[in-house]
């Protein structure tokens, strides 16, 4: 199975601030890779697939960059609404491995 | 629109059975496979398996064979997960996500909202 590994773990960050995210894949998996976002109680939401393509209707504050084996999402300006976890998931062989997701707290 | 909406939460004794849907609207229900994921309370999401809509059949991943059992009713655009032989361990949140797109744009969207499965005597 292809391993995901995300970091931080957890993150604490501001409205304004601009946060990174690292997602590693533990085999090159060339743009196979999307992102969610998981809000308490709610089911995750598609942000970006193929790496850097974002979902229609998520805002262009967030973006994602890549290839290979080592993947960032990235939020250029916190909103109140973007405090949640996010998970990177890798589509490129079954099973379609997750992250352990990374924890955005105020 | 589309969307994907799951049955209810469940509360079963260790040892039963428990059978979740997910009927699925506003598209052609063969034309996109259908996933199920499972999170535990507390925990990520761990992918669990799929099945091809327009043959029937599922495919598992490792530790969700045996007891855990996806199937479909095309005639109303239905996917389950049956999971045998509760057993507290399978205490979970459990999703099912339409699949779109091949290849490198391949992604889920969109997702049921969940139902939680509880075991307990």
């Known amino acids: 199975d292809i391993h995901m590994t995300q970091s931080p773990s957890s993150l604490s960050a501001s409205v304004g601030d601009r946060v990174t995210i690292t997602c590693r894949a533990s085999?090159?998996?060339?743009?196979?890779l999307t992102w969610c976002q998981q809000k308490p109680g709610k089911a995750p939401k598609l942000l970006i697939y193929a790496a850097s393509s974002l979902q229609s209707g998520v805002p262009s504050r967030f973006s994602g960059s890549g290839s290979g084996a080592e993947f960032t999402l990235t939020i250029s300006s916190l909103q109140p609404e973007d405090f949640a976890i996010y998970y990177c998931?890798?589509?490129?062989?079954?099973?379609?491995?997750f992250g352990l997701g990374t924890k955005l707290e105020i | 629109q589309v969307q994907l909406v799951q049955s209810g939460s469940e509360l079963k004794k260790p040892g039963a059975s428990v059978k979740v849907s997910c009927k699925a609207s506003g598209y052609t229900f063969t034309s996109y496979a259908i996933n199920w994921v499972r999170q535990a309370p507390g925990q990520g999401l761990e992918w669990m398996g799929w099945i091809n809509t327009n043959t029937g059949v599922p495919t598992y991943a490792q530790g969700f064979t045996g007891r855990f059992v996806l199937s479909l009713d095309t005639s109303v655009s239905t996917t389950y997960l049956q999971i045998n032989t509760l057993k507290a361990e399978d205490t979970a949140v459990y999703y099912c996500?339409?699949?779109?797109?091949?290849?490198?744009?391949?992604?889920?969207?969109?997702w049921g909202q969940g139902t939680l499965v509880t075991v307990s005597s």
């Open positions: 085999q090159t998996i060339s743009n196979y």
């Open positions: 996500a339409r699949v779109i797109g091949g290849d490198s744009v391949r992604r889920f969207d969109p």
């Open positions: 998931q890798q589509t490129y062989r079954i099973p379609h491995t």
